[in-house]
C-alpha cells in the first residue's frame, strides 16, 4: 500500500560541490605541525637518506626553512637535536646545554621571526645519550634497567632549556612515568607558566620509527624500547596514559603513531574532547608513502590526503607531519582529489 521509494545516499555524491559541502572532514593548512631536524656541524641542509623530501639543518639555515613554511601558511614547527657522537654520554647532559642546536635554534627564530611561528620542541634524551635510550640505564639487582626518576631531572632541565630559549610548547616524548609533572613544575619553578606541555602520551614501541632514528642518529645501541614505549597489542591502557598526563598538567595529548592506531585516536578523543589531540603521522608512514610513490604504485598525492584526511576524520585535531609543507602547497593550489 505504502509507497517505498530507494532510499538514495548516493544523491549526496553526485557532484564535487554537492560531496565538497556535505563532506565531515577537511584538512588545513592550521593542523599541521612541521618537524624539522636541526644539526650541530653541518654547514648546509643534509638531505636525509631514508625520508626523501626532508632535511637535517645547520643551525643557521633553520631561519629560513621556519620562514618558507610560515609563507605557506605552516604555523607550527617541532625542532629535534642531532648532535655529533662527542657530545653524548651516559645522561644525556648536553641535551639541556644551552649552547646545543634546540635553544640555539629556537633563539635564533625569535631573533629574526619573533613570535609568529609557533615553536614545540622535543624533550628526550635518546638523542644526546651513548647508548640511545630515552632513559638512563642503570644496573639494578644485577640486571640492566631504564631508570626513571633520574631521567626526569634531566628531562626537567632540558624543558627549562628549551623554555628560556623561547620554545613555546615543549614536548617530552621519552615516556617516562611522571614527565608531565616533573616538567610542569620545573618550568613553573622557573617562572614559565606561560609555557605549554605537549605531550606525547601515547606511544607506541613501534617499527614505524626507523627512518627518523637513522635522521637523528638515536637508535638504542642496545635492546629495545619496550620496557617503556607501550606495547602495540593494547589499546585501553591509551586512557589510563593520557588520563595520567591530563592530572599532572598536560596541555595538548599525542597518540604515535597514527596510521596504526586510529582507534587509538578516536578512543583517547572520545574520553578527553576538550584537550586538543596530536597524532604522530611517523617517519615509517611517511617514508613507505615515499617509496611506493617512487616506484609509480601510489598516487603519492591522493594517498596523502586520503592517510591525513583519515587521521583527522579519526579524531585528531593537529598532525604532526612531514608531508605538511607538500599539502600546504597542494591546498594552496587548490588540490581536492575528493
Ligand atoms: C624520541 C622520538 C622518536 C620519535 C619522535 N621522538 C623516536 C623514538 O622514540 O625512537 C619518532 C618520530 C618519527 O618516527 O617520525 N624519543
Redo the contacts with the bound molecule.
Keep these: 500500500m505504502g509507497y517505498f521509494p530507494i532510499l538514495r545516499p548516493r544523491r549526496l555524491r553526485l557532484t564535487k560541490n554537492i560531496r565538497d559541502i556535505v563532506a565531515e572532514t577537511k584538512l588545513s593548512v592550521d593542523d599541521f605541525i612541521l ?1 624539522l631536524f636541526v644539526r650541530e656541524g653541518i654547514s648546509e641542509p643534509e638531505p636525509i637518506p631514508s625520508m626523501p623530501g626532508q632535511h637535517r639543518y645547520p643551525v643557521d639555515k633553520i631561519v629560513n626553512a621556519v620562514q618558507e613554511a610560515l609563507e605557506l601558511g605552516v604555523k607550527a614547527f617541532i625542532l ?1 637535536g642531532v648532535v655529533p657522537e662527542v657530545h653524548k654520554d651516559h645522561s644525556g647532559k648536553y641535551a639541556y646545554d644551552p649552547k646545543g642546536p634546540v635553544p640555539k635554534a629556537v633563539k635564533l627564530i625569535r631573533k629574526e621571526l619573533g613570535w609568529e611561528p609557533i615553536i614545540f620542541t ?1 624533550v ?1 634524551i ?2 644526546y645519550t651513548s647508548h640511545g635510550h ?1 632513559g638512563i640505564p642503570i644496573e639494578k639487582r644485577g640486571r640492566k634497567l631504564i631508570d626513571n626518576d633520574s631521567t626526569l631531572k634531566v628531562i626537567a632541565k632540558m624543558a627549562v632549556t628549551h623554555a628560556e630559549a623561547g620554545a613555546d610548547f615543549v614536548a617530552p ?2 615516556m617516562m612515568d611522571g614527565m608531565v609533572k616533573a616538567i610542569r613544575e620545573a618550568l613553573d619553578d622557573e617562572g614559565y607558566t606561560e609555557v605549554g606541555i605537549m605531550s ?1 602520551a601515547v ?1 607506541y614501541a ?1 617499527g ?6 637513522e635522521a ?1 642518529s ?3 645501541r642496545f635492546g629495545d ?1 619496550r620496557s617503556y ?1 607501550m606495547d602495540p597489542r593494547n589499546a585501553l591502557e591509551a586512557l589510563k596514559e593520557a588520563g595520567l598526563d591530563v592530572e599532572e598538567g598536560a596541555d595538548i595529548l599525542m597518540v ?2 597514527a596510521l596504526a592506531y586510529l582507534d587509538v585516536i578516536r578512543l583517547v578523543k572520545e574520553a578527553f574532547p576538550q584537550y586538543p589531540l596530536a597524532a ?1 603521522n ?3 608512514e ?1 617514508s613507505m608513502v615515499k617509496a611506493a610513490a617512487e616506484k609509480g604504485w601510489i598516487d603519492e598525492k591522493l594517498v596523502v590526503f586520503e592517510i591525513l584526511t583519515a587521521i583527522k576524520r579519526a579524531g585528531a585535531d593537529l598532525i604532526l607531519s ?1 608531508h605538511a609543507l607538500d599539502v600546504a602547497k597542494w591546498l594552496k593550489e587548490g588540490y581536492n582529489p575528493f
Design positions: 618537524p629535534f622535543d628526550c635518546c638523542g630515552c616524548s621519552g606525547y606511544k613501534s614505524f620509527y626507523g627512518p627518523f632514528r637523528a638515536s637508535a638504542p624500547r614505549q604515535k603513531p604522530y611517523v617517519s615509517g611517511y612531514y
